[in-house]
């Protein structure tokens, strides 16, 4: 995607030095864009759990590549495969929903049982985390060319009206390595020269929206508006929300969809007012084990600090503020999920699929529990 006019992915690996990995530092943005360069699979474990990476896809290939920089390290200790496995659990320990995290390491595992040598499973370590980052880009994309069959759709209901598309969080470029996947229609559809206008939801207490899907739209050129989280049920009543189109953290097999906290209550406003409800993923986002989202999805709780403060660019620097009194006590609910009979329909990378068993096995036979 561009930054400035050229074009970033979100994480890659040094070209000097193909065993440091650099990655977009997202804690600065939109205020500065830093990038920062990762040695060791600690650092990535800290990069990952310390949100300076977010977002389901990307945090699924930061984690591939933490496996090969773990691999490289495990190439000078007692046991190479002792250290792989510890790798793999503080990797996994970093954060808990977004379940493209546990299949990109133990997607690494796997490559690299297969190799005989040390360097042979250093090769297949590179080789699979390049594989990830590529194949959720590819992903991606094509969710953007499904997900604009969507778009056009309801464009041709409305001639020559701008379709108003509502998005939460940021599913977009930056929580993937390229394109992202709500975004991915978006951007297909603006590049097409559809009229199209979105709502940004700012997503409190992070801010995803208003601080990275804002700055994203703005530098590919889509027009857009933040919003409270609050003001998404006022815009579906009024008519100014054609469809919503969010991301996914985990999916499960049945269609119940985890999603950064405030999606179940948009979801259920958007049904209220017969709106139509997307779900963007590609399938690394679809767990193929849990079949109740709502009872066995585990959803990350947060340090309290970033709901009684608020954090800004002040001055060229980042300040906190506080917002609740400090004796009052505090939860921080990271995801909810919205269950499957919510949701219009789900947009993967091969194709529009209904938020059901039925429908998801028929579009990825080979899963099929
Ligand atoms: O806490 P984050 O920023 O890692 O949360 C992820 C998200 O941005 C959203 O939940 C998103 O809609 C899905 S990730 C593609």
């Not at 994309?141 to 001639?159: D, F, K, S, T, Y």
């Not at 559809?194 to 940004?200: G, N």
């Not at 989202?293 to 947060?302: D, M, S, Y």
Request: glycine letters at 8%; hydrophobic letters at 40%.
């Amino acid at each position: 995607m561009r930054v400035g006019g050229k074009h970033f992915r979100t994480i890659w690996l040094k070209p000097e030095e193909q065993r440091v990995v650099q990655l977009i530092d997202q804690r600065f943005l939109p205020h500065r864009f830093v990038i920062e360069e990762v040695r060791s699979v600690e650092q990535m474990a800290a990069a990952i759990r310390d949100m300076h990476v977010r977002g389901a896809g990307l945090i699924g290939a930061s984690a591939g590549y933490g496996m090969y920089l773990a691999a490289n390290e495990a190439a000078s200790r007692n046991s190479f495969d002792d250290h792989m496995a510890r790798a793999a659990a503080q990797l996994k320990a970093t954060r808990p929903t977004a379940v493209n995290l546990s299949w990109a390491v133990e997607r690494q595992l796997r490559h690299i049982a297969a190799g005989k040598t040390t360097d042979e499973k250093m090769a297949l370590a590179l080789r699979n985390a390049e594989l990830i980052a590529d194949e959720d880009a590819e992903h991606c994309r094509m969710i953007g060319q499904h997900g604009l069959r969507v778009i056009r759709q309801i464009a041709e209901q409305r001639p020559g009206r701008t379709v108003n598309v509502l998005t939460h969080c940021n599913a977009g470029w930056l929580a993937f390595v390229d394109y992202g996947s709500a975004t991915a229609p978006i951007y297909a559809a603006h590049d097409k020269g559809l009229p199209l206008h979105v709502w940004v939801t700012e997503t409190r207490p992070r801010n995803q929206g208003s601080k990275l899907t804002a700055w994203e739209l703005g530098q590919h050129g889509v027009a857009h508006t933040v919003i409270a989280d609050s003001a998404a049920g006022h815009l579906m009543q009024r008519g100014e929300v054609d469809l919503a189109i969010v991301g996914s953290d985990r999916t499960t097999y049945t269609g119940d969809v985890a999603n950064k906290i405030g999606t179940y209550l948009e979801a259920v406003a958007a049904k209220a007012n017969d709106i139509p409800f997307y779900v963007a993923l590609p399938s690394s986002s679809l767990d193929w084990q849990m079949r109740d989202g709502l009872k066995e999805i585990p959803i990350e709780k947060r340090g309290v600090d970033e709901i009684k403060f608020a954090d800004g660019w002040f001055d060229g620097q980042q300040i906190a503020v506080r917002i609740a009194p400090d004796e009052s006590p505090a939860a921080n609910y990271g995801f909810d999920v919205t269950p499957r009979h919510l949701v219009t329909g789900l947009i993967t990378e091969r194709g529009v699929c209904e938020a059901n068993e039925n429908s998801i096995c028929a579009l990825f036979p080979e899963h099929a529990p």
